[in-house]
């Protein structure tokens, strides 16, 4: 597969005056690209009937392995946070890809369980996400997705501290 023609943030807005910094510009680069990368997987898992934000919490189950999670440790390792948990994972147990049940030790911890059905629709997805995430990369080299990584982390450690 070819990898299309490189686009600058400026062509691809329009921009006509010049961005006020390089700040400002790789900004806009990282919403632009997170915008246009997480459309392909909104189309993708919308033909199974499933949102990011489900699909990311299917997959933290999933690492949780029978232990299962509370519903805070879930907020804590959601890619995008959100503000209302308890209703996400409502409508996933609605859906029988989640089951949920009180401690015995304290009624008042509730852990969540990814069940078979969750687990079916992930092994499902693997295939065609894969494929998406590769022809989304196409192109770049394993060098340079490597130096993204390293540059992202920095990215998003500085982000913390401001």
Do not use: C
């Amino acid at each position: 597969m070819k990898a299309n023609k490189s686009v600058s943030v400026a062509e691809t807005l329009q921009q006509k005056q010049p961005f006020r910094s390089v700040a400002q510009e790789v900004y806009l680069s990282l919403l632009l690209s997170t915008s246009q990368l997480s459309y392909g997987m909104e189309v993708l898992l919308k033909k199974h009937g499933i949102t990011q934000v489900q699909y990311n919490v299917l997959r933290i189950l999933r690492g949780a392995g029978d232990s299962g999670l509370g519903r805070n440790e879930i907020r804590g390792r959601l890619v995008n946070t959100m503000p209302d948990v308890t209703r996400l994972l409502d409508r996933m147990e609605r859906a029988g890809w989640i089951s949920r049940a009180k401690s015995g030790e304290d009624k008042r911890q509730v852990s969540t369980f990814i069940t078979a059905a969750g687990t079916k629709l992930l092994r499902n997805l693997e295939g065609p996400v894969a494929a998406l995430h590769e022809m989304q990369i196409v192109g770049v080299t394993a060098a340079d997705l490597k130096i993204l990584l390293k540059v992202l982390a920095e990215l998003r450690s500085n982000a913390l501290k401001g």
